[in-house]
Structures are given as C-alpha cells and as structure tokens.
C-alpha cells in the first residue's frame, strides 16, 4: 500500500493488539483523571459548606481550594513530565494514577478545610502528571500517520469523564432529594465513587512496556551524553526554549479560559436554577438536591458540547493545519463565552453550554495533537507537561484574582441579584484570555504533515 492510500486511511486502521492497549491504558488514565477533577469542580461548594464554620463564604474557601488543587497540578506536571523523559512514560504514568486515586479517596474523609486543602494539593500533583505523559506515551507508540487522530481521541476522554462526573452528581442529587442520605454526606459519596475506577486502572497498567522508541532514544543519548527530561536543556536550547515558552502561552489561554472562566459555570447556572425552582414553588426540602440534579445536567451537556468541539478540532488541524485551526477556535470560545455569562437566564439556555463547552474544550484537542509536536523524544514528555501545566499558576491566579474583579465590576453590590450581574461581568472580562492564544501562535511553527521533531541519532552497535 503507498504512503499516499496510508494517509487516507482512519487514524485506527492498522493499529496492532498493543497499541490499543497502550492506547487504551493511557486513555483511561486520562478519562479517570478528568471524572475526578470534574467531581472536584461539581462538589466543591457542598464540601466547603460541610467542612466550614456557618458564616463562612464557603463560595470563596471553594475558590481558595480550586486554586491550591491547581497549584499542585502545576508542580506534578512538571515534576512527573520530567521523570517520564528520564525513567520512562508507562512507570511513571502509573504512579501519578495511583497518586490522584489513593488521595481522591481520601479527600471524602475530611474534617475540616485543612485536610482538605492538602488531599486536593497532593491529588493535583498526580493529576498534573497524566497529561504530558500519556500524550508522549502514545506519540512514541502508534505509527505517524494515526498520532493526531490518537492523540485527540484520548483527549476527547477527559470530556466524557466529565460527563460520567455529572451524571454521578445528578444520581448523588437523587439519592438527596429521596433522603436516602443526608445533604452532607454527598459530596464524600462522589469522591468516594472517583477514586474507586483509578485502582483497576493502576492494576492494568502495571503490563506497560516503554515505547521501543523511547528505549532506543535513551541508550542512544546516553552512548552520546545526552540528557533527557531536562529543564536546563529545555531552556537552553534556542528552539525549545522557543516552542517551551510560547506553547506555554498558547496553552495558558486554553487553561485559564475553561479552568478560570468555563469551569465556574456551575456558580452561575447553580443560583439562576435556584431561582427558577423557587419560583415554581418547589418545597425547600427538595430545592438542594434539584439544584444538583441541574448543575449536573449543566455539566453533561457542557461537557457533551466539548466532545463534538474535540471531534470537530481533529478534523481541523488535519485539514487546514494546527496553526489556523488555532485561531478558529479561540476566536469562537471568547464569542461562545461572553454570551454564556451574559445571556444565561434558566433551564431554557443550557443549550449556551453546549456551545461554550464545544469551543473551549476544542482547544484541548489541539493541545494533545500540536505540543508533542514541538519538542524532541528526550524532551517530549517535559516540554508537553511544561506548555500544558504551568498555566494551572496562572489559571490558580486568576482564579484567586476573579473575587477582586467581581468586586471591581459589581462596587459595593450587596444584592443577590447585584452580585451576580458582577460574576457575569467579570466572567465575561476575563474571556480576554482566549486572545492571548492567538498571539502566542505568531511566534510558534506550523507542524501539519511534518515528522516529530528528533535530536538524538542511534549509536550504531561496534
């Protein structure tokens, strides 16, 4: 068959038995890293509520908490993006598994904000890992011509995790309303219930083999002095530092716009739906589980809408190259954005979310596909995690900052209804993110239908 006919072929047709393992296992590895992170985000309220003195803004220790979790992604990214250059992606993938599921787990368990804090730092640090490494996992796995279309599949996983987390949040809301358990015990259910499928995951995993190019890349490097997984070599080489440092900011705008902004629909949709229901005249014993039950359906079809967006992206940077793909994307996530958090008004817009969810979570695709592009075997895992991870700090910045913007937008509103015309305005401000995606792409190259980048030439044997 010629190389030609190759291309046309989907992306899985030719795939070996392993490399639907390797594919699989890295998938799922992201899938359950993304139900806990959207567990995280949908019981984050319910937890501060539970675990604060009653007086206590627990909507602002929920922000502090979101912006710890992220520091710590942050930190594991580039801690465990490094290690997965340096001692392989498969070995050090299961420990940042084993790492997020083991202290999920253990944030069910809290007594107080405390604990809590440190069970989601510590969760984050594996949580970061994931990424980068099953990215360069498959990369180095699967033939050149099934990489893009592999690489945004396993990213379109961390959307249907998402969805699996709201449909756990509208079963948990059900079990509420029909007081089968207490308000206060749903939150620890969910975590409890996102720790559980990451053990199986770990367990399969342990049958991971390095990639056969990885393992030949490192001997060579080693015979010839290289140094893999490093962050001098990262920064001290002009064309890393380069790809380094703009595909941090591409990716900055990506993750502060879902992360920051499309991530805190749930603050906005959860009132807005509590204020329908109470209107309706729903008794205020059901109003606490029904307000879960929608901020679930939110999440679904948010996170349904980022499905499609991820499909539709692969198709896109296959066709017209990553680099307009890009810009499409970004332009439509700022205009989807702003219209969520100015329009919402009721159960009749979640199809807003749909839209927002598409656009913004389209961005995530082309992460997976475009940063292992720009970086080396010995750097791929740590360049990937660097670009992808370190805007969880400006993100966690941002996120800490959104409560001075509400307060600058919305004065001395005391209101309600005044403090949330300020989260919408200061939502809608902060969108301005998504155009600092599109400057970064000025100074990044164009890879379409180009090989990965390599720097290390195998010794030949004497």
């Known amino acids: 068959m010629s190389k030609a006919s190759e291309r046309d072929l989907p992306w899985w047709k030719g795939l070996t038995r392993y ?4 594919f699989s296992m890295a998938t799922l590895a992201w899938f359950f890293d993304c139900l806990d992170q959207q567990l995280f985000i949908l019981a984050r309220n319910s937890a501060m509520q539970s675990l604060l003195p009653p007086g206590v803004d627990a909507g602002q220790y929920g922000t502090y908490a979101t912006a710890i979790f992220m520091i710590g992604w942050a930190i594991g990214g580039m801690v465990f993006g490094s290690m997965g250059d340096r001692i392989g992606r498969a070995r050090t993938l299961t420990l940042t598994v084993l790492l997020y599921s083991v202290f999920t787990g253990l944030s069910a368990l809290s007594t107080g904000w405390i604990d809590f804090a440190i069970y989601r730092l510590i969760t984050g640090l594996g949580v970061g890992g994931v990424f980068g490494l099953a990215v360069a996992l498959v990369a180095d796995t699967v033939p050149d011509r099934s990489r893009s279309g592999a690489l945004g599949t396993l990213q379109t996983s961390s959307a249907l995790g998402n969805i699996v987390a709201g449909l756990i949040s509208m079963w948990v809301g059900g079990l509420v309303t029909a007081k089968t358990i207490p308000p206060e015990w749903a939150w620890k259910l969910m975590f409890l219930l996102g720790a559980l499928p990451a053990f199986l995951c770990v367990v399969l995993q342990l049958r991971l083999s390095e990639p056969e190019k990885w393992v030949k890349a490192r001997a060579a490097g080693r015979a010839a002095g290289l ?3 490093s962050y001098a070599v990262l920064f001290g080489e002009a064309r890393w530092r380069r790809a380094a440092l703009f595909g941090m900011l591409l990716s900055v705008a990506g993750v502060m716009g879902l992360w920051g902004i499309g991530f ?3 603050e906005l949709v959860g009132p807005v739906i509590e204020r329908s229901l109470r209107a309706q005249g729903l008794p205020e014993a059901e ?3 029904a307000r879960a039950t929608w901020v679930g359906i939110n999440s679904i079809v948010q996170n349904f809408g980022g499905v499609i967006g991820m499909q539709l992206m692969i198709q896109l940077v296959q066709r017209i190259g990553r680099r307009p793909a890009f810009v499409i994307a970004f332009l439509l996530a700022l205009i989807a954005t702003v219209a969520f958090f100015q329009c919402f008004d009721g159960k009749e817009d979640l199809w807003m979310s749909f839209f927002m969810g598409a656009t913004q979570l389209s961005l995530f695709a082309g992460f997976a596909i475009y940063l292992p592009e720009l970086f080396p075997m010995r750097l791929r895992s740590t360049g990937t995690s660097f670009c992808y991870n370190v805007g969880r700090l400006f993100a966690a910045v941002g996120i800490l900052q959104s409560a001075s913007i509400k307060t600058w937008v919305g004065g001395d509103a005391s209101s309600p209804e005044a403090k949330m015309d300020a989260f919408r305005d200061a939502a809608s401000c902060m969108s301005a993110i998504f155009v600092l995606g599109i ?9 379409k239908g180009r090989p990965l980048p390599e720097d290390v030439v ?3 044997p004497r």
């Open 19 to 22: 490399h639907w393992f390797v």
């Open 227 to 229: 140094r893999f997984g």
């Open 264 to 266: 805190f629909s749930p």
């Open 287 to 289: 109003i606490s589980g």
């Open 439 to 447: 400057v970064a792409l000025l100074f990044l190259p164009e890879t």
């Open 458 to 460: 195998e010794v030949p």
